[in-house]
């Protein structure tokens, strides 16, 4: 079967569609109702609280609304369906007389989709029937698919975080052991397969629980507020000190960083950038990481800036990707997670990340935050 | 302080069984820990029932180590169990698995698990952990009165 045919068929199968049609207008419902019965199960109503009725009792994929009906503003029903949960997203058409327009495009403001001033032919009717309810049958499918794979990322995930760790435990464990009772049997060699084993268990688990962080930031409901950067970026940078006292770095934090993001999610962001930044000035005798902001194409941008290894700008395009790392272990550690759930965190809030950097001269990495701050 | 109170472990895999009672023996805990391995064993001794009948249900555990995935009963629903019953509510209960899913963590909370700790990959991790959980259940903690 091709594939037109294949549609041609579905559409044919499916039941038809429900339209509610509210017309205080004898002869005009009589007449619009018997032009959409040849095509779907068609409802008439004359007033206002019939419609409110019809849509709890019965819920139409579509209704038909003529503003004029008796008790009841034709402008304030479209809000009263708007405001309500269940026909939030109802495909609603509205008729209006050539004097009424005013207020059919009042209806438009208050969330009707579409509306047509009488005198209307049949197909300018049917054809925005038929365009409305495409619409709504799309745009229900793409929900049900984003709730489907949401819901696929959230098993997945699930699974990584448990089912992941727990033969990973086994061989940590048991080559623990294996090294605790029989190690005096190994050779240094043997004793250092061990130890690589376990290292590399160890480096499994690093990535499993950033994997699993990743995921969460993807998931994570977006709460947007008013936070200070500058606060966060302090707090965050105490507790790099703290982790390593003996180290000196100079520090630049502006005051008034003032932003609208999700305050959870933008801490961790900065613990990854700072982190980074802290990370990579290590070898630096007089590091300094800088924390502020610019005004650029009418954007608040967010800078935070070392002075350590920087890197290439040839490599820049991977810097956000998972798993992507510039450094070796060895002369750096980390698990290439980090940049990106920054990348994540503020393409979540709308905004953009970029780095400036050069072999040697540190790194500047920037950011939005997505709406006006 | 009773050193001859059971520590009772209800887990599925039997590498994790293993490494939890080798962890236990390396934290010097001296308790015996008896492991069941799944939700409606774990029921049917706690509430002295089917193969474990005849058992004495009042000699109870010093404390349950319940992982959540467990085959045929899950572990919220022995948590759901043993609140409901007159017996067991007041059983301390530390859920111990490998996820720190939030949903999980609400879960155990919701169905008042007394403690939710989570299973380090890190065997010399795990060892403290259980050294710390063993200490706490088995010495600190003062358990409700007889006849609860």
Known sequence: MTAVLARQVAEAERPAARVLLADADNDRRRELAGLLDRLYQVRAVADGEAVLHEVRTSPPDLVILDLRLPGRDGVDLVKALRDAEATHLLPLILLSARADEDAALQGLDAGADDYLVTPFSEGALLTRVRARLTTARLRKQSARRVAEVSKELESFSYAISHDLRTPLRAIDGFSRTLQAAYGGDLDDQGRRYLERIRAGTQRMAELIDGLVGLSRITRATLKRERIDLGTLARRVLSGLVASEPERKVEQAVANDLVAQGDARLVVALLESLLGNAWKFSAKQPQARIEVTSEPRDGDLVFLVRDNGVGFAMDYAKKLFEPFQRLHSPSEFPGTGIGLASAHRIVTRHGGRIWAQAAPGQGATFYFTLGEPT | ?148
Do not use: C
């Not at chain 2, 492991?35 to 774990?42: I, N, P, S």
């Not at chain 2, 007041?90 to 859920?95: A, C, I, N, Q």
């Open chain 2, 1 to 148: 302080m009773n050193r001859d109170q059971v520590i009772l472990l209800v887990e599925d895999n039997d590498d994790d069984a293993e490494l939890t009672v080798m962890a236990f023996r390396e934290a010097k805990i001296a308790n015996p820990v008896l492991r069941l391995e799944d939700g409606v064993e774990a029921l049917d001794y706690l509430f002295a029932r089917g193969k474990h009948a005849g058992r004495d249900a009042s000699d109870k555990p010093a404390v349950v180590l319940l992982d959540l995935n467990l085959p045929r009963l899950g572990g919220l629903d022995v948590l759901e169990a043993l609140r409901a019953d007159e017996q067991n509510k007041h059983l301390p209960v530390v859920v111990l698995t490998s996820s720190t899913e939030d949903k999980d963590r609400l879960a155990a909370y919701r169905h008042h698990a007394n403690s939710y700790v989570q299973k380090p990959v890190d065997y010399d991790q795990f060892v403290t952990a259980a050294r710390q959980l063993g200490l706490y259940w088995t010495v600190l903690n003062v358990r409700p009165p007889d006849g609860w």
